[in-house]
């Protein structure tokens, strides 16, 4: 087979990918600055081109086809990795260029923020772009290189290098604590428990670590955030279960107390990324640097 005929050109490449990722002409539109007419006459180009049906008509919207589906997924992969091959070679000297980095919101502030500085002084010639992300990151429709997030080390088919163990501590406002007041871990049992939604089970790990009655949990709110989380605590809205890597300087400060000591939790921070950006000048610097701060 004529190999032109399977390589369609870039430009109608670009336009099914982006109307396939958002099942929609007027979004696409709209990414890529085309009018709704461009984006339906290119599609129809790249179908004959084909020879297939890529999306239907459902109403005044427009769903991928079987067959639309399974060249997305294929396509989406492939225009990943000439992204990924193209900022390569725009940072080809070693140890400088651009890294475009999602990381979880707290642990960014909290953590990452604070000790960039040090980064930037060895590495001068890299720029850190901060995203903020919660969830997983689909690395071939989104244009980040790498993320730091939370779990159990389950990434099928990326490249995964454990930070740190997560430890957890529940933690209270002093104001809500009375003078004397013992507030060993069955005192809990009382309070109002907060909980960040992306650990759900958290408080129920840590009455099994004390031994405590779990007919006992008292369930409050629930936060998107660790530091909303942390900011309801301080409002004394209830005691939250937090990464202990996350409160230090409140703890120092002593504005927030703690109720038991900290506990291991069955997640760990990571860095991750998909392995075609494992050469990527300015993600091996980070990389290396991120691994001896942890």
């Known amino acids: 087979m004529n190999h032109r005929r399977l390589t369609p050109s870039m430009s109608l490449l670009l336009v099914f990918e982006s109307a396939a990722r958002h099942e929609s002409y007027t979004r696409a539109a709209e990414e890529l600055s085309l009018s709704q007419s461009a984006i339906s006459r290119q ?9 297939l049906k890529l999306f239907r008509r459902e109403g005044r919207s427009v769903r991928l086809t079987d067959a639309g589906r399974r060249y997305y997924l294929e396509l989406s992969e492939a225009l990943g990795r000439i992204r990924s091959a193209t900022l390569q070679a725009m940072s080809s000297q070693s140890g400088t260029g651009a890294l475009r980095l999602a990381t979880l919101p707290t642990f960014g502030s909290k953590w990452l923020l604070p000790r960039l500085h040090e980064f930037y002084a060895s590495h001068p010639g890299v720029t850190i772009h901060i995203h903020s992300r919660i969830g997983d ?10 993320a730091i997030t939370v779990g159990t080390g389950d990434w099928p088919g990326m490249m995964a290098h454990r930070l740190y163990n997560e430890f ?5 406002d ?3 604590v009375e003078d004397g007041q013992d507030i060993a871990p ?3 049992m009382k ?3 907060l909980t960040v939604a992306s650990n759900p089970q958290a408080w129920a790990e840590w009455f099994s670590h004390y031994h405590l009655d ?9 936060f998107e955030l660790t530091s909303h989380l942390i900011q309801a605590v301080r409002a004394g809205i209830g005691i939250g279960l937090v990464p202990q890597a996350l409160i230090m300087d409140e703890l120092q400060r ?5 109720i038991g000591e900290a506990i291991a939790s069955p997640r760990s921070y990571y860095l991750v990324y998909p392995p075609r950006n494992a050469s990527l000048p300015s993600l091996t610097a980070f990389r290396d640097w991120l691994l001896s701060a942890c």
């Not at 599609?43 to 020879?51: I, S």
């Not at 957890?168 to 209270?172: D, G």
């Not at 002593?254 to 703690?258: A, M, N, Q, R, V």
């Open 137 to 146: 990151i689909d690395f071939n429709t989104s244009e980040i290189d790498a």
């Open 214 to 222: 779990h007919r006992q949990m008292r369930m409050g709110p629930s």
């Open 254 to 258: 002593k504005e927030l107390i703690t």
């Open 43 to 51: 599609v129809q180009a790249l179908e004959e081109h084909l020879g």
């Open 174 to 176: 002093p104001s809500g």
């Open 191 to 193: 309070q109002t428990l």
């Open 168 to 172: 957890l501590v529940a933690i209270v």
């Open 186 to 188: 069955d005192w809990a």
